[in-house]
T-cell receptor
Framework: NAGVTQTPKFRVLKTGQSMTLLCAQD?????MYWYRQDPGMGLRLIHY???????AKGEVPDGYNVSRLKKQNFLLGLESAAPSQTSVYFC?????????FGSGTRLTVV | ELKVEQNPLFLSMQEGKNYTIYCNYS?????LYWYRQDPGKSLESLFV?????AVKQEGRLMASLDTKARLSTLHITAAVHDLSATYFC????????????FGKGTKLSVKP
């Protein structure tokens, strides 16, 4: 049982480049979330989804877009990366009780 | 807006000592989580506290929840080096979408 899988695990981008982070869950969870973690800041919610085809903004959505075309996948896109988006990104899913986190993606924007 | 405050943010302990991490939150919630994170790793779920007065224990860690005071505590008994990590509390917003609001974390270092 894989749980929540994030790809890639590491990435270095140049300012202005774009990329997509993929989150896949195999638990048939309705809810999925993207967080970013910065030193001393805890985890902050970027976007979330309450089901296939739905997305909503979290606390820090600027500069990011998301899509949930399939229930098991939640994609996080950076259209034009900025150094301020250097962070560790965590995906999580929930079936209504408890949360399962992925292993994280460490993104550096230079 | 729900705010979650943890203190202390840094904690250096000697092995064998006891200590408590506090988690205060600003809005009514009856579900609180504690997580552990090792450097470069994901979050490991420690406890889920679901109601007022809930107390859970696992090894040297004990967590409690007082929903009236909007306070949760994580008590460490007779600390050992293996407990060195960052500990987060997270309050569940509930509602139709759930969502966790995290504290900033407490970085615990246990020294011999």
């Amino acid at each position: 049982n894989a749980g929540v899988t994030q790809t890639p695990k590491f990435r270095v981008l140049k300012t202005g480049q774009s990329m997509t982070l993929l989150c896949a869950q195999d638990m048939n969870h309705e809810y999925m979330y993207w967080y970013r973690q910065d030193p001393g800041m805890g985890l902050r919610l970027i976007h979330y989804s309450v089901g296939e085809g739905t997305t909503a903004k979290g606390e820090v959505p600027d500069g990011y877009n998301v899509s949930r075309l399939k229930k098991q996948n939640f994609l996080l896109g950076l259209e034009s990366a900025a150094p301020s988006q250097t962070s560790v990104y965590f995906c999580a899913s929930s079936g209504g009780f408890g949360y399962t986190f992925g292993s994280g993606t460490r993104l550096t924007v230079v | 807006e729900l705010k979650v405050e943890q203190n202390p943010l840094f904690l250096s302990m000697q092995e064998g000592k006891n200590y408590t991490i506090y988690c205060n939150y600003s809005t009514t919630s009856d579900r609180l989580y504690w997580y552990r994170q090792d450097p470069g790793k994901s979050l490991e779920s420690l406890f889920v506290l679901l109601s007022n007065g809930a107390v859970k224990q696992e090894g040297r860690l004990m967590a409690s929840l007082d929903t009236k005071a909007r306070l949760s505590t994580l008590h460490i008994t007779a600390a050992v080096h293996d407990l060195s990590a960052t500990y987060f509390c997270a309050v569940d917003m509930g509602g139709s979408q759930g969502n966790l609001i995290f504290g900033k974390g407490t970085k615990l270092s246990v020294k011999p």
